[in-house]
């Protein structure tokens, strides 16, 4: 969870009216890292729209379970362009838009067709991909054909850059690459922000690498114990 989301407000809401909690169990992946820069969705989502409009192709590379992020990007693709995705990631933005509110729905994203290329190339198009042998032929079709008219979106963790797949769709797109992220995980400023909303009796940090020292400049409420646990290690409460 975190709070620099489409859905922060509404999570607040439902933090502050959990009633009273014995223990709570949190990751802390951010706890060592700077937030005083930290972007949110919107600001992905402003970037998607300048991009589309500097574009008339482009691929945006970002995993196919962070639903939101695609679904910003398919509102972002200009009227007369198309918005696109394979098969599957059509079915699983359809699902999800069932229950969303309209302002958060993905729009006109339509499975992309190869009986329907030479429209897509006519007119233009935002794609949601993948790293893999589904797209990477397209993506480098793309940048050989329209090499200026062609842009990838790097919309993951920086860490994914070396995987091969990956690092073969970066490769094609040298040059022409925007990257757009923002990370799936809650900054520190805003995790106090959490235990001070939930005021929980005890509070657990897990998948983080802060030490026992830094977890304690945590600051949380008078009352709330600080569990510290570590790997392999078995806590009964």
Avoid at 7 to 12: S, T, V
Avoid at 69 to 78: K, W
Avoid at 146 to 167: F, H, N, Q
Wanted: a neutral charge; proline letters at 3%.
């Amino acid at each position: 969870y975190r709070l620099h989301g489409f859905y922060a407000d509404r999570l607040k809401g439902t933090l502050k009216n959990l009633g009273h909690i014995d223990l709570l169990i949190t990751e802390g992946t951010n706890l060592l890292r700077s937030s005083s820069n930290y972007k949110d969705e919107q600001w992905c989502e402003k970037e998607f729209w300048r991009i589309l409009r500097e574009n008339k192709y482009v691929f945006l590379l970002a995993s196919s379970s962070n639903i939101d992020r695609i679904a910003a990007f398919s509102r972002c693709v200009p009227t007369g362009k198309y918005a696109l995705a394979d098969g599957y990631q059509t079915h699983v933005m359809h699902i999800a838009d069932k229950n969303r509110e309209k302002e958060y729905k993905s729009f006109k994203i339509h499975t992309y067709m190869d009986e329907k290329r030479e429209l897509y190339e006519k007119r233009g198009f935002g794609m949601a991909i993948r790293a893999g042998k589904r797209h990477t032929p397209l993506v480098k079709e793309f940048f050989e054909k329209y090499p200026d008219r062609t842009c990838l979106i790097y919309s993951m963790w920086k860490g994914y850059e070396t995987l091969p797949d990956v690092a073969e769709l970066l490769e094609y797109s040298k040059g022409h690459i925007e990257r757009v992220h923002v990370s799936g995980h809650i900054t520190k400023e805003d995790l106090e922000q959490v235990i001070e909303m939930i005021k929980p009796d005890k509070l657990m940090i897990h998948h983080t690498s802060a030490s026992k020292e830094e977890e304690n400049k945590l600051s949380i409420p008078s009352h709330t114990e600080l569990i510290e646990v570590v790997d392999n290690q078995m806590i009964e409460l």
